[in-house]
């Protein structure tokens, strides 16, 4: 059934797919009625895609239909091929046929945007996104001038489902996109857009208003700058927030700010520096704040590392002892965000971090590799160890024996799963240390690398061990030629005797953003 908000008798037949349809014997007769009579009430032109109008509603209409699933997953997907169905059709259609599928498509985004789902106007919001930068129709005089129309859309769409996280992102990516090509165009509408998600951001759409406010400071900086006083208001409420996808998105709403102050001279920038690091070290150093504030504080660190270098390079040392000392807080959010800086404080400035917290961050993360935690943990473990590796090279030597023996040992346990992580933290402590020990271990493991199939995680670490260890590159191919040979013939398994569901189960993969959006809430 077809959602009531396209009970438009023009508009309807486009949105039925042949496979949601009750009546199939009627439905492509439906379709190009519905869709001539949509073409004939706009421009005169719009009739150079009627040849095609047939495949476009088969394909729309699948779309649609996925659109309005009942899984989530199918939903995300629907949207995401949205994107490339756009992307296919412009190519295939020139001059007067192109501006007709764009005036086709605007009515489908004004529609999808008055849809009673979030996925629908999601991809009303992706349409129009694709139109700004995807199309290349962001050069044409008259859109330009539709720009603060297009704003007030995406607008439309939020308000909603202001807290549907995949909605808030593309309106937010939507707004920024606006933003950054419209020029003089829009400066008001964007100047609206600010102040709105200023009240969002301060009342209960913190998210929305998070993530439109980074993207106008990245697209519209200058807009965004005369509104820092008042982010910074609203700023340590939003990063202390129960809601982790809030404090993720304030996060970047931050870094976003801090790169718009960073380029300017003024007063003002070092006392709301100093203001936001006062009181995220309140918040590392008081005991009884709560979980979230602790994050909170971690984040603000991160940020100031990247963002504002000058300002923390004297508070550094404080800096370090402020987040080593939370690495056996009771919470797994807290331990995860301290691995993830661990390297961009070796980064800062190596030789200071190596004297200062150097030894207890190396016998720390070891210690988390060696003990049973949790894969998560581990894995974040492999990568702060490999990353620390790449940064401090010849600084790890003193620490080597101790590293290289428990490596060893860690990688030679069963119920160790050997990810892409460990593979690259191994590559890179064994490159680093010049460890004989490490490369025979590895050496006598490449058959288990592949236990879990390919991903894109472990291609990257094989071809960093093999460009490290062309030795190893015989072993490996071997190993990747009967993986392959038994994906495209599965009847090759059972020849080389190699399980099935190495070669055909996808893997598990973890991944490793920045703290922000990693930091997942979860037990400890």
Not at 350 to 367: A, N, R, V, Y
Request: glycine share 4%.
């Amino acid at each position: 059934t077809n959602s009531d908000s396209f009970n438009n008798g023009r508009v309807l037949p486009l949105l039925q797919s042949p496979r949601s349809s009750n009546s199939s014997s009627n439905n492509s007769t439906s379709n190009n009625n519905g869709s001539l009579l949509l073409l004939q009430s706009s421009s005169a032109n719009s009739s150079s895609i009627a040849p095609h109008i047939l495949m476009l509603e088969q394909e729309l209409g699948i779309i649609v239909a996925d659109l309005r699933n009942k899984s989530d997953d199918v939903r995300a997907g629907a949207v995401c091929n949205l994107w490339g169905f756009l992307e296919k059709w412009s190519h295939e259609l020139y001059g007067a046929e192109q501006d007709s599928f764009l005036d086709y498509m605007q009515r489908w985004s004004s529609k999808l945007i008055e849809a009673n789902t979030a996925a629908e106007r999601a991809a009303g919001v992706r349409i129009i996104d694709w139109m700004l930068v995807g199309s290349g129709a962001s050069e044409r005089e008259e859109t330009a001038s539709r720009l603060g129309q297009l704003c007030k859309q995406t607008e439309t769409a939020l308000r909603g489902f202001p807290t549907d996280p995949t909605l808030t992102t593309y309106c937010a990516t939507c707004i920024g996109n606006i933003a950054r090509v419209g020029g003089s165009f829009c400066a008001d509408a964007i100047e609206a857009q600010v102040r709105r998600a200023l009240e969002w951001f301060a009342g209960d759409w913190k998210l929305a208003g998070a993530l439109i406010l980074k993207a106008i400071a990245e697209g519209k900086p200058a807009v965004f700058y005369v509104h820092v006083p008042t982010f910074s208001q609203h700023l340590t409420m939003a990063l202390s927030d129960k809601s982790q996808p809030i404090r993720a998105a304030t996060y970047s709403a931050l870094c976003a700010a801090m790169d718009v102050c960073e380029s300017r001279a003024s007063t003002s920038k070092s006392q709301w520096y100093t203001r936001i690091y006062d009181w995220a070290k309140h918040c590392a150093t008081t005991p009884a704040e709560t979980t979230e504030a602790v994050h909170a504080a971690l984040l603000v660190f991160d940020a100031m590392l990247t963002h504002a270098k000058e300002f923390i390079a004297p508070r550094f040392t404080e800096v370090c002892s402020l987040v080593i000392s939370k690495r056996s807080d009771r919470d797994k959010i807290i331990r995860l965000a301290v691995m993830s800086l661990l390297p961009k404080l070796a980064t800062f400035i190596s030789s200071s971090f190596l004297q200062i917290i150097g030894e207890i961050s190396i016998t720390w993360l070891i210690s988390i590799i060696s003990k049973s935690t949790p894969p998560a943990e581990r894995t974040f473990a492999f990568s702060a160890l490999g990353e620390l590796a790449q940064i401090l090279g010849a600084g790890l030597e003193p620490f080597s024996s101790v590293i290289v023996s428990a490596m060893t040992s860690v990688l030679s346990t069963k119920s160790v799963a050997l990810t892409s992580e460990a593979i690259g933290c191994a590559s890179q402590l064994t490159k680093v240390l010049h460890s004989q020990q490490l490369e025979s271990t590895l050496a006598t493991l490449v058959p288990q690398f592949f236990e879990s199939g390919l991903a894109p995680p472990l291609i990257n670490a094989l071809n960093e061990l093999c460009s490290s260890f062309p030795n190893l590159l015989p072993a490996v191919q071997k190993q990747m030629f009967e993986l392959l040979s038994g994906i495209l013939n599965p009847a090759y398994l059972n020849r080389a005797h190699i399980p099935r569901r190495t070669a055909l189960t996808p893997p598990p993969q973890v991944q490793l953003p920045l703290p922000s959006s990693s930091m997942i809430d979860s037990d400890t």
